[in-house]
């Protein structure tokens, strides 16, 4: 069974790197409409979610007593929570069960992933069929398989900017788009001023912003595996460059600076240890990395890259739309899907509102009330191993998977900051397989240090 969950884990994982590129192939460079093919990676997570229930009943009596520990009630009450007031706000507002769906897809389904492989990875290590040794396997083979993607990035940016007709006839991008509209084939290049300006870095994603948001995503566990058991060896900071050559193609702002932040939490995590995020010199210094970052982009960034008017005026204008919006209901929000990218399903275009932030988002939907119960929920899931590390021996502060587990739970700290940018759980290649990571992750946790962990398995 354990074999076959990494196995199919493995697939998921490169095959949602590649779902865009073919997906592009198959429905614009060949014609074929097949579009009910594409919610493969829906009908994998439906059926992960399944049998994660399906382990969980099967061992409930062994398993039910989490339920008594004071952490996992909060965690499972602050997610049935807002999964309740996203229903309330739909049976008193005008949207529809179809509205919720499509919303919570934007907004929960994340959360979903990761409970489901965390309490499916604790089911087996129930029956006695975890394997530590396969799973560091598995993470070695995750490392090699993002050298190439790393690799492969910057090749693919160089055919690119020199012939980009290659990516038009083989795989059905279009030379003559500008943004990539709903329906339509992908430009094969975006452009720091729209049209004009340097050739921004997509690769295998959709947009410029979705190749960065892979790349902040990922980081922590990077450096966790590739960069900081060489710390001193020249090959770990050749990967480091590389990987910072990557996010600097990408031309994006939000990038910089969530990446600026990452790289300073991470090279204090190298030098002082995980103790040192207990400490209060971290906040006292972290206030000071994040103003330094933006003082080191408008220094060191050239100009006509790092000001980009129609972008920063359009940031501003949805924020004043959205002041507006949330004017007319604060308390409840109007109702599901009635703010993009959820409001594109609904094929009325006159009324879309893309505020591109998801807190923004989920504060029209669902007023201060649910925009306060998902904030809550995502804190608590991702920084909420911070409150409990004192309690770790010093012994599981330095084991590697155990640092695997610390460097995803960062995700608070660079989805926070894309939040403001763009709505951080749409793009389904990024949010899947992260969650999938997080999910293999915590339920190693689960199992291996229950005694002591955030979401410990005694009260």
Request: proline content about 3%.
């Amino acid at each position: 069974m354990l074999a076959l969950l990494l196995g199919a884990c493995r697939f998921f994982l490169v095959w949602m790197v590649l779902h865009f590129l073919v997906h592009t192939r198959f429905t614009f460079g060949l014609g074929w409409d097949i579009n009910f093919v594409w919610a493969w990676k829906e009908m994998a997570l439906v059926a992960l979610f399944f049998f994660a229930a399906w382990e969980w009943w099967t061992y409930r009596s062994q398993m039910v007593h989490w339920l008594h520990h004071p952490r996992i009630f909060t965690l499972i009450s602050l997610f049935l929570l807002t999964c309740l007031w996203q229903g309330i706000v739909v049976l008193v507002g005008e949207g529809t069960v179809r509205d919720l769906i499509i919303s919570m897809r934007y907004s929960m389904l994340g959360y979903i992933t990761i409970l489901a492989m965390a309490l499916g990875v604790r089911a087996i290590y129930q029956k006695k069929l975890w394997d530590t040794d396969a799973f560091a396997w598995f993470l070695g083979r995750w490392r090699s398989f993002f050298c190439i993607l790393l690799l492969a990035a910057l090749a693919w940016r160089v055919i690119a900017v020199i012939k980009p007709g290659t990516f038009t006839h083989l795989f059905g991008y279009d030379r003559t788009s500008v943004e990539g509209d709903i329906g339509t084939a992908p430009p094969v290049n975006y452009f720091t001023n729209l049209t004009h300006g340097y050739v921004r870095s997509t690769f295998l994603f959709e947009r410029p912003i979705h190749r960065w948001f892979y790349l902040i995503a990922f980081f922590p566990l990077f450096f966790v595996l590739m960069i900081r058991p060489r710390w001193w060896h020249f090959d770990a900071w050749l990967w480091l460059g590389i990987y910072s050559l990557n996010v600097f193609l990408t031309f994006s702002r939000a990038a910089w600076l969530a990446y600026a932040v990452l790289l300073g939490v991470m090279i204090i995590w190298q030098l002082y240890g995980l103790r040192f995020f207990l400490s209060r010199r971290l906040w006292t210094i972290l206030p000071f990395v994040l103003i330094w970052s933006i003082i080191a982009i408008k220094l060191f960034i050239p100009r006509s890259l790092r000001q980009r008017s129609f972008s920063t005026t359009g940031h501003i204008q949805f924020t004043l739309q959205w002041l507006a919006m949330v004017a007319e209901k604060p308390l409840r929000g109007r109702w599901p899907s009635t703010a993009g990218p959820g409001s594109f399903h609904r094929g009325d275009l006159s009324t879309n509102f893309n505020p591109e932030n998801q807190f923004l988002q989920l504060f029209i939907e669902f007023g201060i009330v649910g925009w306060v119960l998902w904030t809550i929920l995502f804190f608590f899931m991702s920084c909420g191993w911070m409150l409990c590390l004192s309690s770790f021996p010093k012994k599981n502060l330095t084991d590697p998977l155990f640092q695997v587990w610390v460097a995803l739970s960062l995700w608070g700290c660079w989805l926070a900051i894309c939040g403001l940018f763009l709505h951080s759980f749409v793009d389904r290649m990024i949010v899947y397989p992260y969650a999938v990571l997080y999910g293999l992750s915590l339920g190693h946790v689960f199992a291996i240090y229950g005694k002591s962990a955030f979401l410990s398995i005694r009260s």
